[in-house]
């Protein structure tokens, strides 16, 4: 990424913390540090930072997560919905472990999209990763079956089964499941 972009997109997730405070999960809101530990399936690279302190979002933190999550087949990036870190962090939590939640897809352009629309049904061609607020994820040290129990458990969001293709779709949606 180049600078240039890099710095827009920090100024965006600063804006968008700052304009839009977002209410936490109710499983969090007594949290006053959140954590989040995330591996990327594709690039093979993990991030592990604090990105909520005594109730404010790190707009430098949250950058880093909205490069983290970019669309790793074009490689852009897009403000993410600062609830999907707080549903990823709950997911975590619930999971007792810290060890990263795997993603297998976070962000994604309309090009990337429409591309996987093409080649599947499963693809929603107005999907909420085009706007990011969604992301598909698996953890190694659960089963899948768990992952979506605890999920549709949090009530905050769009909870997607996708066993054959081994993992569970989150989205900070309606709640929902499918």
């Known amino acids: 990424m180049q600078r240039r972009q890099f710095l827009r997109l920090s100024a965006g997730a600063v804006?968008?913390?700052?304009?839009?405070?977002?209410?936490?999960?109710?499983?969090l809101a007594a949290t006053n540090?959140?954590?989040?530990?995330?591996?990327?399936a594709h690039n093979l690279v993990e991030i592990k930072e604090e990105y909520f302190v005594d109730g404010w979002y790190n707009p430098d933190v949250l950058a880093k997560f909205n490069y983290f999550l970019r669309d790793w087949r074009s490689d852009e990036v897009r403000v993410m919905d600062p609830k999907l870190l707080d549903i990823l962090n709950?997911?975590?939590r619930k999971g007792g472990s810290d060890e990263p939640i795997h993603v297998v897809c976070g962000y994604r352009s309309r090009a990337t999209n429409a591309m996987l629309a093409r080649r599947s049904r499963g693809?929603?061609?107005?999907?909420?990763?085009i706007q990011?607020?969604?992301?598909?994820?698996?953890?190694?040290?659960?089963s899948l079956?768990?992952?979506?129990?605890?999920?549709v458990?949090?009530?905050?969001?769009?909870?997607g089964y996708y066993p054959r293709s081994n993992f569970v779709h989150v989205d900070t949606g309606d709640v929902r499941t499918w």
């Open 15 to 27: 804006a968008a913390a700052a304009v839009a405070p977002i209410a936490p999960l109710s499983a």
């Open 33 to 40: 540090r959140r954590t989040l530990h995330l591996y990327d």
């Open 90 to 92: 709950a997911l975590q």
């Open 123 to 129: 693809v929603a061609r107005n999907s909420l990763h």
């Open 132 to 142: 990011g607020q969604a992301a598909d994820i698996f953890m190694p040290n659960m």
């Open 145 to 151: 079956a768990s992952l979506r129990r605890n999920a």
């Open 153 to 159: 458990g949090l009530d905050a969001g769009g909870v």
